[in-house]
């Protein structure tokens, strides 16, 4: 069965800071892994998929990275600002057994950019 | 409209009643999912609907969960003798297709029905 897991599960930094999120996952049978950030009462919001052959995906001020034979992808932030604060997850689709098709997410990492 | 949508957003029933809570997907996405985030607990998958083919049950936690998709848009999930362990928010997603390939897995998430149960 799969397991994710995302270190660290809170993480405060100040504006205009670099960071990295990560997330480990049991078993390297994936077809990709997402990443995405969830508000304080709201839905997920999709930020990067990367699919299993790929290596990484950047949009702006984020970028994704997966090394599958690891089990491990990690989220960079860029220049970090106070609008960037929310829970972000990773969640890794499975490509075999129980997890087959099936989205598998981690606790998600709070994030907190003070001004 | 543009994204996924849920409703009702909010419910609170007492414990034993039964609860419907709907969702609808992005016009033209065949592939739909339901997830429950309890306080405290990661995102945990239901069920998902993918065309016409049957859908996957796997992840209902009991057999008082139920969910249907008529017409392949449309879908409401059944709790059936709620109780209080049922509290949680309960999120749909969709997907344009459920296949490799790209953009089309991206799952688009509604932003949930939260249900507490008295």
């Known amino acids: ?115 | 409209g543009a994204g996924v949508s849920q409703s009702p957003s909010n419910k609170v029933t007492e414990k034993g009643k039964d609860v419907e809570l709907r969702c609808d997907p992005i016009s033209g996405h065949t592939a739909l999912y339901w997830y429950r985030q309890s306080l405290g607990q990661g995102l945990e998958f239901l069920i998902y609907f993918q065309g016409n083919s049957a859908p996957d049950k796997s992840g209902l936690p009991s057999d008082r969960f139920s969910a249907e998709r008529t017409g392949g848009s449309v879908s409401t999930l059944t709790i059936q003798r709620t109780q209080q362990e049922d509290s949680a928010v309960y999120l749909c997603a969709s997907s344009l297709l459920r296949a490799s390939g790209g953009a089309v897995e991206t799952q688009y998430f509604g932003p949930g029905t939260r249900l507490l149960v008295l």
């Open chain 1, 1 to 115: 069965k799969q397991e994710v897991t995302q270190i660290p599960a809170a993480l405060s930094v100040p504006e205009g800071e670099n960071l990295v999120l990560n997330c480990s996952f049991t078993d390297s049978a994936i077809y990709n892994l997402q990443w995405f950030r969830q508000d304080p009462g709201k839905g997920l919001t999709s930020l990067l998929l990367i699919q299993s052959s790929q290596r990484e995906q950047t949009s702006g001020r984020l970028n994704a990275s997966l090394d599958k034979s690891s089990g491990r992808s990690t989220l960079y932030i860029a220049a970090s600002q106070p609008g960037d604060s929310a829970t972000y997850l990773c969640a890794s689709k499975g490509a075999g057994g129980t997890s087959y098709g099936k989205l598998t997410f981690g606790q998600g990492t709070i994030l907190t950019v003070h001004p």
